[in-house]
C-alpha cells in the first residue's frame, strides 16, 4: 500500500501547506522511501530552496530525512533531528493497518538553543559566511511547546485522514 491509495498528491499537498501555513516552517510529506509525495510551495527561509536546489548540497536534506525516517519507522513516534547545516526537522511516521506507509512532518526552523554552521553553508552554497550571518535573524525558532504543538497537530491530522479512509 502507497500513501497515495488513501488521498492524492494534490490532497497530502493540502496537509504540507496546513503545516507551513500553521506554523511558518516547511511541510512534506514523504513515502516510505523517502521521496516527496507533497511539499509546501512556499519555504520557511531562503536557504532550504537553494541546499534542496544544489546538485551536491541536496544530500544535506536527503541524509537527514533517510535517517529520522527510519527512526521514526522503528520506533513508532515522531522524530526530531537537525540536517547537517543545523536546520531541525521533525517526522511523524504514517501506518495503516500495522503497515509503515512514510511520513509528514515540518523543516527548516531552529530549535530555540540551535544554530546554523554558518561556515558549512557558506561552503556548500559558495555564500559569504558574514552574509549568511546577517540573515539568521530570519530563520524561525520554535520553543519546545511549539515543536510539540506542531507534532502533535501532525499526529493529529493523520489520524483524522486515516479515519477518513477507513470510513
Request: net charge negative; aromatic share 10%.
Given at each position: 500500500m502507497e500513501l497515495t491509495d488513501i488521498l492524492s498528491k494534490e490532497e497530502?499537498?493540502?496537509?504540507a501547506e496546513e503545516i507551513y501555513e500553521k506554523f511558518g516552517i516547511n511541510g512534506g510529506v514523504n513515502d516510505k522511501q523517502g521521496l516527496?509525495?507533497?511539499f509546501s510551495s512556499k519555504w520557511a527561509n531562503e536557504f532550504c530552496p537553494k541546499i534542496k536546489g544544489g546538485e551536491q548540497s541536496r544530500t544535506i536534506c536527503a541524509t537527514a530525512h533517510q535517517?529520522?525516517?527510519k527512526e521514526a519507522?522503528?520506533?513508532?513516534?515522531?522524530a526530531i533531528g537537525e540536517c547537517d547545516v543545523g536546520f531541525s526537522k521533525f517526522v511523524v511516521p504514517i501506518f495503516?493497518?500495522?503497515?509503515?506507509?512514510?511520513?509528514?512532518?515540518?523543516?527548516?526552523?531552529?530549535?530555540?538553543?540551535?544554530?546554523?554552521d554558518t561556515f558549512y553553508m557558506a561552503k556548500v552554497l559558495n555564500l559569504?559566511?558574514?552574509?549568511?550571518?546577517?540573515?539568521?535573524?530570519?530563520?524561525?525558532k520554535l520553543?519546545?511547546?511549539e515543536l510539540k504543538e506542531a507534532i502533535e497537530y501532525v499526529k493529529k491530522r493523520i489520524e483524522q485522514i486515516l479515519q477518513a479512509y477507513k470510513s
Open positions: 497530502w499537498k493540502q496537509l516527496i509525495v507533497a535517517y529520522l525516517l519507522q522503528e520506533k513508532k513516534e515522531a495503516y493497518k500495522g503497515e509503515f506507509l512514510g511520513t509528514a512532518g515540518g523543516c527548516g526552523f531552529l530549535e530555540e538553543d540551535g544554530e546554523v559569504n559566511e558574514k552574509e549568511i550571518e546577517g540573515k539568521l535573524t530570519q530563520i524561525k520553543s519546545p511547546s
